[in-house]
């Protein structure tokens, strides 16, 4: 049978082979949400970001697939690109508060419940530079529910807390912390009190309550759009969280440590973390670690075909119930939403849309998407004060505004 991710345009990276069995089989999934029309031709947005500085931005007119392959995925790694070269030589290990501490092979992973999810992963960044756009994608996930693994292990009385342990690591400075009384024997003296600062190396580490690492969702993940993980995306095992952004996703896991004391590493309270000024006076802020995604949506390409022009786009971060669409200063019109994107999706993955524009007047248009979520809330506009409070880029949903220019 066809399998339901592969994209249009890996059948046509595929060949005329492929494409020649498509026509007597019956596609059951959402494999062809964006189905490109003959004659049809995508108009380039005019205000294009800078390059990214990430591998595999998504490019969003060429968006033509439900499923992001595996190749095209964005991937943010702090770290090495692949720090786990030997698989065969890979652990996993549950410890801490556990009355049973385990060491498991990837086949002990493999041999344990197997469950899929669909889930649009986002870095927290995306949309808050300027030069990362790009980074969201969509796949299939299959893995072993992590909770059923932690509870084999039998999590203690008093555990409230459990850190996820990634294979890459690299140098954290530690400067902002006047509280630094231990230095390597190696290092050089001290010279005075100006100078407190330390170097360490500290592997990648996210962390979650017990109750959120208990959710039935998490899966401990050795598979993408049916294939092994493949090494940029975590190989042999990560952590998938549906709901959480990206960075709660920790790839390359090598030991989950269940624990009761909040987790303060670098990507849950340095790096992450999320500044709002609270009042104008300045004296309130709230510090916050990156946490679960936003209602969010963006236009992703115009099309024309036989002078009519139509906008497709993409609703993520939370079940979607509607999306609107606003061309230049007009009124909001209701985009259609594509039913097959919704299909198993279980309100983690992200739905496409289209709104028909039909015959448009030449010249620069701008468009802009907003979308709502099942409990009627609305994505911000860019101006929303909660968003216009934050020093921090982290967690942007603020509606997406393009522009494109029509001859
Ligand atoms: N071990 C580890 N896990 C990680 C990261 C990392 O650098 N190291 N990056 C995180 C961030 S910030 C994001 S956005 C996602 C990206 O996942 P991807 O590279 O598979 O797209 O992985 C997360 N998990
Ligand atoms: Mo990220």
Request: aromatic share 10%.
């Amino acid at each position: 049978m066809l399998d339901q991710d592969m994209s249009r345009r890996a059948l046509l990276k595929g060949g005329g082979a492929a494409l020649a069995g498509l026509g007597a089989i019956q596609v059951s999934g959402p494999a062809h949400a964006f189905p490109g029309e003959p004659g049809e031709e995508v108009i380039p947005w005019l205000d294009q970001p800078p390059p990214a500085p990430y591998p595999n931005p998504l490019e969003w007119e060429k968006l033509d697939s439900y499923y992001t392959p595996a190749d095209d995925f964005f991937v943010v790694s702090h770290y090495q690109a692949n720090p786990v070269a030997n698989p065969a030589a890979w652990r996993l290990g549950i410890d801490g508060l556990v009355r049973w501490p385990q060491t498991l092979t990837l086949d002990d992973v493999k041999a344990r419940q197997r469950r899929e999810v669909t889930f649009t992963l986002e870095c927290s960044g995306n949309h808050g530079f300027p030069f990362v756009t790009g980074a969201v994608g969509n796949a299939r996930w299959a893995g072993t529910p992590l909770a059923s693994l932690l509870q084999r292990a039998g999590v203690r009385r008093q555990a409230s807390e459990v850190v996820f342990w990634g294979a890459d690591s690299g140098p954290a400075d530690i400067r902002d912390n006047v509280g630094i009384i231990k230095r390597f024997p190696a290092d050089p003296p001290a010279p005075g009190p100006d100078t407190l600062d330390l170097t360490i190396t500290e592997p990648f580490a996210r962390s979650m309550s017990l109750d959120e690492a208990m959710d039935e969702q998490n899966l401990l993940c050795y598979e993408m759009n049916g294939a092994p993980l493949p090494p940029e995306h975590g190989r042999p095992l990560r952590l998938i969280a549906p709901g959480w952004y990206g960075v709660a996703n920790v790839k390359w896991l090598t030991r989950i440590e269940v624990t009761d004391q909040r987790f303060a590493g670098r990507f849950m309270a340095r790096d992450y973390v999320t500044i709002r000024q609270r009042t104008p006076d300045a004296l309130s802020w709230s510090f916050s670690t990156v946490n679960h995604t936003r209602l969010k949506s963006a236009p992703a390409k115009v099309t024309r075909r036989r002078n009519r022009y139509s906008i497709m786009g993409v609703a993520w971060g939370a079940p979607i119930s509607e999306v609107e669409v606003q061309i230049d200063d007009g009124r909001w019109m209701t985009a259609r939403l594509d039913r097959q994107s919704s299909w198993k999706d279980g309100g983690f993955a992200w739905r496409f849309w289209t709104l028909e524009w039909g015959k448009a007047a030449p010249g620069v248009h701008t468009i802009r998407s907003r979308a709502y979520d099942g409990d009627g809330n609305r994505q911000p506009p860019p101006d929303d004060a909660y968003l216009a409070s934050r020093l921090t880029f982290w967690e942007n949903n603020g509606q997406i505004t393009r522009k494109v220019k029509l001859n």
